[in-house]
């Protein structure tokens, strides 16, 4: 009888499961048509902002010369002005590329995004780009999908770990959509965002990006994004000069992740309020474009000059730099934008580069600058990102080139160990890492930090002021069972702590215990909490300090508020984690 009762509820447990994975793949699909339309409307939105401020909605190379010199100067300003007052009124996840505010959502926030957050985003990108600022489509369409996947989870009352992955299908329908790449757009979520490749989150995300592909090629077809360089391998020694292209990307990698960062930091401590410093960053930017126009917006016809061997050397090495000078005013100063664009166009330059002077120092082995190109785009996008499998891809995918898989696979392994050697954390992560956050070190330590000591800590604790004879100490923990006893003064300020092992050397002492009192045999090197620390912190210094116990106090006043017990610590991830695997909203 037992026996048939649990072979019930099994049947019916797998029952369960099977109908919840048909629904998530149900809303997959839907991820992914609202996923596809939206990038649809973006790419619509962001030709007709172009159209709005300069009269054409091709590329810039094309009509550059008919745009007076102060419109290609304040049309940057004026657009970044319009984006700093969106984004601080509007939603200020939509600042910057998008993919660190999704990487926190899916690490702190159980993958929850705020609804207004896809609007916004496609409008401040689109008024970005459209008026010249440097950056590029996919870190957009990437938080727009995610947002979209976020809201769909929402209003189905999935549970918590259904919506991650239902994140991670609008990510990787904004990918694919965007760049005509379904399996990169796959690889991108589940290499860079969820981390997770089981079958429970692959089906979906796979039919998510399958579906957005499918839209983007019934409105704009199925044809390569850039137009190829001839590839054909002049020598086998040519596979020799590769490892040097990687290291070279690897470098021009690291140079862009280290200079874009830097201008964040020098915006940031600027004196203006943030609404304004994007409109700096626009004036800026608009500066530079006097010069080099190729950096202005995507700048895909740069780039397809440079694979199309159209373009000299010496132009691509200075570009290498003009590009990451400008990616960092627009998307330092507070627009609104994505970097993978960025990397592709640092990458072709770079590459382009080095094929020239390859081509000039061994004449006869070496392939035209523009498969150097090609190859160069994989390489710096695998070593800002850190994730090789992603950008060979997408490469491939975006060009339909298969030839070239070989260079590319040693170029991008070989950008990504130099890159990752010389700077800890990819483009994305190190956003995260100067918030504290680190998503490499696993769940353990993102359930801690998303969790505040306020919430667990026991208001009611042991206290005797300081001036409390020896003798009424120890009666104290005879009587209250305390393992702790807090000393503080007259206006509750937590002066010393006073545990069972301070006094024990004195229970067997021959002295007036009367004379003895608790401020004298209290420990007076305090280690406190705050009310607003995370539970990782706390585990932190009980592993560090070697106690049960913490004493919270006030930051402002040192009043004593409560203790944190390293129990209630752990009873508190228990919960957490149990919380999440049963998808408890």
Same mark, same amino acid.
């Given at each position: ?6 072979? &019930?509820?099994?049947?019916? +447990? ?13 809303? !997959?699909?839907?991820?992914? %048509? ?14 007709? %902002? ?30 970044? $002005? ?14 910057? *590329? ?98 997770? +490749? ?11 990006? %399958? ?7 019934? *409105? ?18 040519? +596979? ?48 530079? $474009? ?66 020239? $002077? ?60 130099? !890159? ?65 006893? *807090? ?48 539970? +990782? ?28 017990? &390293? ?19």
């Amino acid at each position: 009888m037992q026996r048939t009762r649990l072979y &019930e509820l099994v049947r019916r +447990f797998h029952r369960f499961c099977l109908e919840q994975h048909v629904f998530t793949l149900l809303l !997959a699909i839907l991820i992914g %048509v609202l996923s596809g339309y939206g990038a649809l409307f973006f790419h619509h939105l962001m030709k007709g %902002v172009q159209t709005l401020f300069y009269g054409h909605g091709e590329d810039i190379l094309s009509f550059v010369h008919t745009i007076p010199a102060w419109q290609l100067l304040l049309v940057p300003a004026g657009g970044g $002005l319009l984006v700093g007052v969106l984004v601080h009124f509007g939603a200020s996840e939509a600042k910057g *590329h998008g993919v660190p505010e999704v990487m926190t959502a899916l690490a702190l926030k159980e993958g929850r995004i705020r609804k207004r957050v896809a609007l916004v985003k496609i409008l401040a990108s689109a008024l970005c780009i459209g008026s010249g600022g440097s950056t590029g489509r996919e870190g957009p369409m990437v938080q727009i999908g995610s947002s979209i996947g976020s809201a769909v989870g929402q209003l189905a009352r999935v549970p918590l770990l259904k919506q991650k992955t239902l994140v991670g299908c609008g990510a990787a329908a904004g990918i694919a959509a965007t760049f005509n790449a379904p399996i990169a757009g796959v690889l991108f979520a589940l290499e860079v965002l969820i981390g997770d +490749f089981g079958l429970a989150a692959f089906s979906p995300v796979v039919l998510s990006s %399958v579906t957005a592909t499918v839209i983007s090629r019934h *409105h704009f077809g199925d044809i390569p994004f850039f137009v190829l360089p001839d590839y054909k391998m002049a020598s086998l020694w040519e +596979f020799g000069l590769y490892p040097f292209l990687g290291v070279a990307a690897g470098l021009a990698a690291v140079a862009f992740i280290v200079i874009l960062y830097k201008a964040e930091d020098v915006f940031e401590a600027l004196p203006l309020p943030d609404w304004i410093k994007p409109a700096l960053g626009g004036l800026m930017l608009g500066a530079l $474009l006097q010069w080099f126009p190729q950096a202005f917006g995507v700048g895909y016809g740069a780039m397809n000059l440079a694979l199309k061997d159209n373009m000299a050397g010496w132009l691509m090495l200075g570009l290498v730099g003009v590009k990451i000078m400008a990616t960092s005013m627009s998307i330092g100063s507070g627009g609104s934008g994505g970097i993978f664009a960025p990397s592709l166009f640092i990458g072709a330059m770079t590459g382009g580069a080095f094929g020239a $002077l390859a081509g000039h120092l061994f004449p006869g082995i070496t392939a035209s600058p523009g498969v150097y190109a090609l190859v160069g785009m994989g390489a710096v996008v695998a070593g800002t990102t850190h994730a090789p499998i992603t950008a060979i891809l997408i490469i491939f995918e975006m060009t339909g080139e298969y030839e070239v898989i070989l260079p590319m696979m040693i170029t991008c392994i070989l950008s990504t160990i130099v !890159a990752s050697t010389l700077k800890r954390g990819s483009i994305y992560t190190i956003k995260l890492l100067r918030k504290g956050v680190d998503i490499s070190q696993g769940m353990e330590q993102n359930i801690l930090r998303a969790l505040k000591v306020e919430q667990f800590m026991a208001p009611e604790t042991f206290t005797v002021p300081g001036s409390l004879p020896l003798c009424e100490v120890i009666e104290t923990f005879k009587t209250r069972d305390a393992s702790y006893l *807090h000393v503080t003064d007259g206006g509750g300020r937590l002066t010393g702590i006073i545990s069972f092992r301070d006094i024990r050397s004195l229970l067997d002492e021959e002295c007036p215990r009367t004379l003895i009192i608790a401020a004298d045999v209290a420990t007076t090197n305090l280690v406190t909490l705050f009310p607003a620390d995370t539970l +990782f912190s706390a585990l932190r210094r009980f592993g560090r300090w070697g106690v049960s116990q913490l004493p919270v106090v006030d930051p402002a006043t040192g009043k004593l508020l409560g203790a944190l017990r &390293e129990k209630d610590l752990l009873s508190a991830y228990d919960k957490a984690v149990v919380r999440r695997e049963l998808g408890v909203l």
